[in-house]
């Protein structure tokens, strides 16, 4: 008798506690996960190559999630979506590039260049508080025409740039920048291969997410730190933030500048993983993917979490690795696997946008 | 049914994720009678009026039990255009108004009356022409059963207050079928003057047929015009009377559910003297809209509770604001012996100084954060505390640990109503957020502490709480405190002195024992020229 007396309140919490995760997890993300599940299973029934979907979805996971972690520190200060993205990426490709052209190769070439790319992201990322501080309530939209400007302007350096080492330029001419440049032979799946393993057919990249998952857990820290705190005060109430005497234009400044680094962290992650550096226009639309992923993860264009960053790179990543041959397999014959691709991550940005209350 | 009625509710209970918040409400209305609901805030009165108007919420978190029944006919409340058609008007606490329309505009917005043209009988009625004649004979039909003389073509922005939520309801009862009309603290913002005026038109407008559902938080208005008083607390009906049989003392104990006492406050060992002042504000100018502070000196004494006072717009709000630095000042504050740099909240916080704003909403909560973190975010900011131990205090972490028993242990003390520590302090009702704001201010330990407006739209019961918390920081730990209040009586109640802004200056500092008379003179500037007050 007693026993069941006992056992009837802890039963009870326990339904309570997971009716409670459930509602935080979202209505959205539990669709996503479903229809997710649904592919896999078309995946397995159509004969695909699951474990080697897997295999490209934890890569990309890993190659795409600094990039979504350079959401947070924007939204959190209060700036919104970093659509200047951007800005940061081409601090980072500046970064990679000078490190090649150095002639550094595997682990130096990677470390210097993320070493060398931050200073240079830090000083990028005050330049760009100050104009989005003359912009209060429109940094979103600044922030995309700036990072279009950058963009652009930036290819011009790419052409005029001095560089004269011949794996970065044009092999007929002689002058400017590749467009694509392969870094196989310095750089490349540096981060991917390290403590990679295998469990069946599936191919963890260990060094990959674990780089990841280490600046998710810096950044988590920082948020519960006193200036993490102070930040999210910033974002979450500026009245509040300056009556608690927060200065609250730092904290943005700190935001900003955070965002960028990671931005410029980021897409030396990538490309190391993608196995290219992608000069000239690539960087333009870099953002959006990234915003698409935090929002799907359950952000709002207020507030933001790093459980956001991860569940949303996680859905978002995997759903478009394996969307597209599911696709494909389904209709078979048509070459259906690119438009799909576009497609889908267009369809879930548009979706994840029009979601920007977090899909509840 | 024995009796015509215009609305019954029977039974209604409502409960939001497993907390009940209505239970087996019964509550009816006859036409022509004003009907009050009163109730702390929290007691229910909003889910009520929600439920009544169906509104999306109630929909979306599972519906109500119970039934209403509308003019005879149970109704399944399904959306507010529902109760719109079936002659239920709503006039809001905030208004609901086009400023830049005329009052006829506003008045008819999407019922205009329209006549036909060649255009509209093609592209339909969207494009028929606007009868301005017979809408603006309409509107100043409504306007004048209000027994209001304006004129019906000005625009709304420039309106005085009371005058928009006079045009409010006019826009209410220009809806031929109303039969119901429910205002939910419609006296809030008015002046007292208004508010007569308002509560005269109310009387007008039963007489002509329609029944009010009063919602408000001034008990003498209750007693000045309505028929009924229903009395909620925590969800359920605990009294319905006839004015008849009510007492504003009776009303106010049964609302909180425990008898008000008006006690003399504790003696203190040492009385504050000028001898020992704490601060000195000379020459204060404050630049905030609305409220301009134009070179106030004042003196605060060690340990007493000073009381700030004056009518709205003359500056006493902002002296705290300006002290504090939230709004650009210039002039001397010293405290201690120390001058304090003005424009810099950090230095203002970090001189043992703490800030209950009133502006509750926009500066002294985090509305989407928990209650432990809006209590113990200043502190931590401004002094390291609730951190844990580390060398570079910046990148310290937070103390979960330390912030929750803090949070608890105020949640206990000031009975704030909440879920926990972790709920969102958007969820609370407006005396349960003033009461976060206040252990907001208590974590700092301050010795001198700035309270604007503690009680604004908060209920009988939180506000007894409320000033006597203040009273037992005072008198138990020596604190210091400057409170700013529109309401006299509670200024008279538990301040030592008072000083009485006019015009951006201290026009005198009173005793609270000082006379009506006194208080009044001095808040019409009357005393400037000198009647033999003792000033400071």
């Keep these: ?360 | 049914m024995p009796e015509e009625l215009v609305l019954q509710l029977q039974g209604i209970g409502k409960s939001f994720f497993g907390t009940t918040v209505l239970r087996n409400v019964n509550l009816s209305v006859k036409p022509g009678e004003i009907h009050a609901l009163v109730g702390e805030n929290g007691a229910g009165k909003s889910t009520l009026m929600n439920i009544l108007f169906g509104m999306p919420v109630i929909k979306d978190t599972g519906g109500f039990e119970g039934q209403v029944v509308f003019d005879g006919n149970a109704v399944k409340m399904e959306s507010p255009r529902q109760a719109m058609e079936l002659g239920i008007g709503m006039v809001h606490q905030e208004f609901m108004l086009l400023p830049g329309f005329t009052a006829t505009e506003n008045i008819k917005l999407n019922r205009e009356i329209t006549t036909k043209n060649p255009v509209s009988a093609i592209f339909g009625k969207d494009f028929e022409k606007l009868d301005i004649k017979h809408m603006r004979e309409d509107s100043r039909a409504a306007i004048s059963k209000l027994g209001l003389s304006i004129e019906d073509w000005v625009t709304v922005a420039g309106l005085p207050v009371g005058y928009k939520q006079f045009i409010e309801i006019a826009r209410e009862i220009d809806k031929k079928n109303v039969k119901l009309l429910v205002l939910d603290e419609p006296t809030a913002v008015l002046t007292e003057t208004e508010a007569d005026k308002l509560l005269d038109a109310m009387k007008k407008l039963a007489a002509s047929g329609i029944a009010m559902l009063f919602i408000t938080h001034r008990l003498d208005e209750v007693l000045a015009v309505a028929d009924n008083i229903t009395i909620l607390r925590d969800g359920e009906v605990v009294a319905s009377m006839p004015r008849a049989d009510a007492k504003v003392e009776r009303i106010a104990e049964i609302m909180v559910g425990r008898s008000i006492e008006r006690t003399a406050l504790p003696k203190r060992v040492k009385e504050p003297t000028d001898d020992d002042v704490i601060v000195t504000i000379n020459d204060l100018r404050v630049n905030m809209i609305g409220e301009n502070v134009k070179g106030v000196d004042l003196r605060i004494r060690r340990g007493e509770i000073l009381g700030i006072g004056g009518l709205a717009g003359h500056g006493k709000v902002g002296i705290a604001n300006g002290v504090m630095g939230l709004f650009g000042s210039s002039g001397t504050v010293t405290k201690d012996g120390r001058t304090i740099k003005l424009n810099n909240p950090y230095e203002a916080l970090s001189s043992k100084m703490a800030f209950v704003s009133e502006d509750r909403r926009g500066t002294g909560l985090l509305l989407e954060d928990t209650i432990e973190l809006n209590m113990a975010m200043t502190a931590m900011q401004v002094q390291n505390r609730y951190l844990r131990p580390g060398l570079f205090n910046p990148l310290r972490l937070a103390d979960p640990k330390a912030i929750r028993e803090y949070a608890l242990k105020m949640i206990e003390d000031l009975d704030i109503r909440c879920t926990g520590p972790t709920q969102q302090v958007r969820r609370l009702s407006g005396g349960n957020q003033q009461k976060v704001c206040l252990a907001r201010a208590f974590a700092l330990e301050p010795e001198l502490m700035w309270v604007s407006e503690p009680t604004r739209g908060i209920d009988v019961g939180a506000k007894e709480l409320v000033l006597d918390e203040l009273v037992n920081l005072n008198r138990s730990l020596g604190m210091t405190i400057v409170m700013t209040s529109s309401e006299l009586a509670e200024l008279r109640k538990i301040c030592d002195r008072i000083a009485i802004v006019y015009e951006g200056r201290v026009a005198g500092v009173l005793s609270p024992e000082a006379s009506d008379v006194e208080f009044g003179m001095m808040m019409a500037g009357e005393t400037l020229k000198g009647k033999g007050v003792k000033v400071q």
């Design chain 1, 1 to 360: 008798m007693s026993k069941i007396e006992n056992a009837d309140p802890s039963l009870n919490r326990q339904r309570f506690d997971f009716a409670t995760a459930f509602r935080e997890f979202g209505i959205a993300r539990i669709i996503i996960l479903a229809f997710l599940l649904a592919l896999f299973v078309l995946a397995l029934v159509k004969g695909l190559d699951v474990p080697g979907l897997l295999t490209d979805s934890l890569t990309r996971i890993g190659m795409n999630g600094t990039l979504i972690l350079a959401m947070l520190p924007a939204v959190v200060c209060g700036v919104g979506m970093n659509f200047g993205l951007p800005l940061g990426i081409l601090c980072g490709l500046l970064g990679g590039i000078l490190t090649i052209n150095w002639g550094l190769v595997g682990w130096a070439g990677l470390i210097v260049s993320l070493l060398i790319s931050i200073p240079i992201a830090v000083v990028v990322g005050l330049l760009y508080h100050a104009v989005l501080d003359r912009v209060r309530g429109e940094e979103m939209m600044v922030g995309t025409y700036l990072a279009y400007a950058a963009v652009f302007g930036m290819s011009i350096f790419w052409m005029l740039a001095p560089i004269r080492n011949p794996k970065l330029i044009y092999a007929v001419g002689g002058k400017g920048l590749r467009q694509t440049i392969s870094m196989t032979e310095t750089f490349g799946k540096v981060l991917n291969d390290f403590l990679q393993f295998k469990i069946g057919n599936v191919t963890v990249p260990t060094g990959l997410l674990l780089f990841w998952l280490l600046l998710c857990l810096l950044v988590y820290f920082f948020l519960r730190s006193k200036t993490g705190l102070a930040m999210l005060a910033t974002g979450s109430n500026p009245s509040y933030a300056t009556s608690s005497g927060i200065n609250v234009g730092n904290m943005k400044r700190i935001g900003v500048v955070m965002s960028t680094v990671l931005g410029a962290l980021g897409i030396i992650v990538f490309s190391q993983s993608y196995g290219f550096i992608q000069l000239y226009t690539a960087p333009q639309s870099a953002a959006f993917p990234a915003i698409a992923a935090i929002l799907i993860g359950g952000a709002t264009l207020r507030k933001a979490s790093i459980s956001n960053v991860i569940i949303g790179a996680v859905l978002f990543q995997t759903l478009l690795t394996i969307a597209p041959p599911v696709t494909q397999a389904l209709m078979e014959g048509s070459e259906i696997s690119e438009i799909a691709r576009v497609m889908i991550s267009n369809g879930m940005i548009l979706y994840a946008l029009t979601r920007a209350t977090g899909g509840r």
